[in-house]
Each structure stands twice: as C-alpha cells, then as structure tokens.
C-alpha cells in the first residue's frame, strides 16, 4: 500500500534550534495523497508544549496529561530546543537503564538524563514537506521507526534553523481514519545489542 511513497530527507538539528510559536488549529480528515501540510502540527497555530530540562519525570509526564500530549520540547531559559522527551521515555524503560548505569531513584531522574538530546534529532525541511504527501510522511516515519518527526525552516533574515513543525503517526492515523504502524528501530550499537538479546 506505502510502495508509491518515498522516505524524505532528513537533517541534522542546529545547537540552538528555535521553536514556531503561535495559536490552535482543528485537525482536517485527510487521504495518504493529500499535502503533507494537512497532517503537520505547525507551530504557528498550534503552541509547542515546552518543558525544562531539570524537570522530574513525574512533573513532566503530569504537564504531558495535563496539556493532552505525548511529547514535549525540551527548552532552556532562552527557549533555545535542547532536545525532547515522550510519554514512551518516560513510561518505558530508559528510566530503569539510567538507575542500572547510574544508580538513584526513579524520583531522582530527571529530563535532562533521559530526553533525546537536540543533537540525536533529525528532521525534515519545510522545503521537502511543502512538495510531499501525506503517504511520504508516513514512509519516511516508517523508514526511520519513529512516532514523531519534527519539521525545520531557516529565517531568511537570519539563517537561524527553527522548528516549524512536527508531524505525529497518532494524529496523521486519527486524520487518514486508519492504522500506522510503526516499528521502531535500533539505532545504536546498544540497542541493536538489546533488540538480540544479546
């Protein structure tokens, strides 16, 4: 069903990345072959969920429910993207190998230990999403096993990169009126090891 739609390019995050801000939108029904735009929660109407990076893990999934999310934008006091973390990050196992690698308590652990940091990231252009479908957003999330992937401009006037956007495999599947699976995938030598059981 996916063959017709190709993976797009992804980009390496610029240190100090800023986020899109603005005001809400509705959510349209939409077909696999319709813009890539229509699934897109862009920053400029829908307002980032942001949280610090010496937050618990507690407090930052409580702010995830509160604001109705499952990933937040991890900030400093400049509102510079330091990274982000998800309600599988916190939920799932990355709390339980930083007390194996570091010892503490779970209340002990904090964002900063366990987010993806903004240099881990990757992300599209606003420039290949505008010429994209629906259905290659979803092969591209699919090609890299990944739930979210973030959308990126650069100001003309100051070449600065910042985050425009972001698409989601729950909203496009809410949006398309179907399942996207996604199967995530090891990255790194480590996780490659786990998947294995090695």
Do not use: N
């Amino acid at each position: 069903m996916f063959s017709e739609f190709h993976p797009l390019p992804r980009h390496r995050l610029d240190a100090g990345a800023g986020l899109v801000r603005s005001e809400r939108h509705a959510y349209q029904q939409t077909r696999l072959t319709d813009p890539a735009l229509m699934v897109m929660t862009d920053l400029r109407l829908v307002p980032p969920v942001t949280i610090g990076p010496d937050v618990s893990l507690e407090e930052a999934h409580r702010h995830m429910m509160e604001r109705g999310v499952r990933l937040l934008f991890v900030v400093d006091g400049e509102d510079h993207l330091l990274g982000l973390i998800t309600a599988t990050d916190i939920l799932g196992e990355k709390p339980l190998q930083h007390i194996e690698r570091h010892g503490g308590k779970r209340q002990d652990i904090r964002v900063r230990d366990i987010m993806t940091p903004h240099e881990e990231l990757d992300a599209l252009s606003l420039a290949d999403v505008l010429r994209a479908r629906v259905g290659d957003v979803v092969a591209t999330l699919q090609a890299c096993g990944r739930q979210h992937a973030l959308v990126v401009e650069r100001l003309e006037s100051s070449g600065w990169q910042q985050v425009r956007g972001i698409f989601s495999s729950t909203q496009i599947a809410r949006q398309v009126g179907m399942a996207i699976p996604i199967s995530r995938r090891a990255e790194t030598f480590a996780e490659l090891e786990a998947v294995l059981g090695k």
